[in-house]
């Protein structure tokens, strides 16, 4: 990579880092326009890519889809999840069977996975930031969010941010053995392994500051480091079926936002669900509540 392109690339990441990092600290209709924004030009990105494969998701259920989820995390209606991916699978249905071009089966299930891995899976963030709160809202606006749920959101954030960046510096300085020789055969077991220590060591650090107990710090931080590993894979595993190196070139430096993001998709609603259940409450007593004896 020459100086221009990493000069390029060093200040679409940090307008990026920085506009991601207002939003998640703001909250509210802030944080729910950055994901919003992010998630429908990634959606469309998907479609794209699916496109060189011979498929033809539909960008509007996908994106419908998400606006449904966003309104479901903003408002705190997890009550209502089954009955939106119902409705939006439904929705999915429809749409191929008037539009009627084939692959229909394929068409269906990329457009359920599309709003499912580009909808559903970040508009986590959403319901991440508001862990521990109880909010009250005046009219669309979301008061009292306690600053809890973004210290989750930063853990997350930064956690993320230096698994990638170290993954790829130690790859590229010790890096001989191939993590994936077929789905990315530049990544290395070596810079994974250098990924993991610096999530670990971020996530202690971190997490003791924010209160979190030190064996919650430690799981967080092995988890982090895996899914963010394992997103970036499978949104290779996409590309490299679909025949394309990026998923649009809107980021300079960076490729697409799918590119961006895509370390992020499966590790929000894991980190969500592990503080849901083990931090904030009582893994032992909300099964009990579900399942009474």
Known sequence: MNLSKSVTRLITGVIFGFTALFAIMAGGLYLVALVLAIVILASKEYVKVLQHKGFRPSSRIIIASSLIFAALAYFNRFDLVALAFSVCSIMAFMSVLFKGKQPYIA???????????????????????????H?????????NVTTEGAGYALLLFFAVILTDSFCYYAGSKFGKHKLSKVISPNKTIEGSIGGTIMCLTFCIAFGLAIQIPWYHCIILGFLIAAFAQIGDLCESMIKRDAGVKDSSNILPGHGGFLDRTDSYILTIPVVHYYLYFFVVNNFIDLFKGIFPC
């Open 107 to 133: 068409n269906v299930a990329t457009t359920i996975l599309g709003f499912v891995y580009c909808g559903w899976f970040p508009l986590h963030l959403l319901f991440l930031r508001d862990l521990g709160s």
């Open 135 to 143: 909010p009250v809202y005046q009219g669309f606006i979301k008061q």
